[in-house]
């Protein structure tokens, strides 16, 4: 049987392309046996099988060719073994941080869920609400270009990816705004982090304690209403506003085409 494949051969057998097989040469990692002077033709026998099983094994283990390169360079159980050590500990973060972000879809579906199930838009509830963890960015917000940049700013601060925190972002606006009715007009942006152990300046929380609360159809720019419903439900009942409120948006544009679907949440904390 003939001992000598062309890098076609060699690429069909191994399931790879001759273009990566022309890199591994290029970079050192895989070279052939010979190589045809008059055609640069290269050629590879079976005893470089196992040397290119052994790439495609590492590479899949997430080892950089480099770390290849270096290890059949200079092939030592010692340092195999520390390589395997290494990548172990890389993978089991990469399983958590993985696990972190699967709770965070299975957090958000529930959200949405029970989203659509609301059905009594307008009305105001009292709700005793649990403390929830954040980062919050303190800063004048009074558009959307603002808001957007500011939600930036927050996630560069707090190295946050937004991608796994979408539908986790809210607003607050100050005491004195309430009472002055300058809803449109907020001084924090902040993302809920849920069981996320942020190590940031700027984490802290949304204290725990009572609440009234109200749901309404429409964004951020729909609030002004609803908050005077809230204010004048707070007044008739004799509560007291102890805090910013809390507004949030769990429906909007970028999750549904129709405006129907809108729905946004708005929080007061109070003593009753």
């Given amino acids: ?61 997430g080892f950089s060719l480099n770390e290849i390169k270096i290890h059949l360079q200079h092939r030592d159980i010692n340092g195999f073994l520390d390589l395997l050590m290494k990548q172990k500990e890389w993978t089991e973060n990469k399983i958590k941080e993985l696990e972190r972000v699967n709770r965070r879809f299975e957090n958000r579906i529930k959200d949405i869920k029970q989203a659509r199930e609301i059905r009594e838009l307008g009305v105001v509830s009292i709700r005793a609400i649990k403390e929830r963890k954040i980062v919050r960015l303190m800063d004048n917000i009074t558009s959307e270009p603002q808001l957007e940049v500011s939600l930036r700013q927050l996630e560069n601060l707090s190295d946050m990816n937004s991608s796994i925190f979408i539908g986790g972002v809210g607003l607050t606006v100050s005491i004195d705004h309430i009472f002055n ?89 109070i003593k009753c």
């Fill in 181 to 269: 009715n300058k809803f449109n007009e907020y001084n924090s942006i902040f993302i809920l982090t849920e069981e996320e152990e942020i190590q940031s300046a700027l984490a802290t929380t949304l204290p725990e304690g009572m609440y009234a609360c109200i749901y309404y159809n429409g964004n951020h720019g729909d609030s002004p209403l609803h908050y005077k419903t809230l204010l004048s439900y707070i007044e008739d009942h004799g509560f007291q506003v102890t805090g910013d409120s809390i507004e949030r948006t769990i429906i909007d544009h970028y999750i549904s085409g129709s405006e129907q679907d809108y729905l946004t949440e708005l929080q007061i904390p």
């Fill in 1 to 61: 049987m003939k001992n000598r494949f062309s890098i076609g051969e060699m690429a069909k057998l191994h399931h790879t392309t001759i273009k990566t097989l022309r890199y591994y040469d290029e970079i050192g990692l895989l070279e052939p046996i010979q190589t045809d002077k008059k055609n640069g033709y290269r050629y590879y026998s079976t005893e470089q099988f196992e040397q290119l099983n052994s790439i495609h094994y590492l590479k899949q283990l």
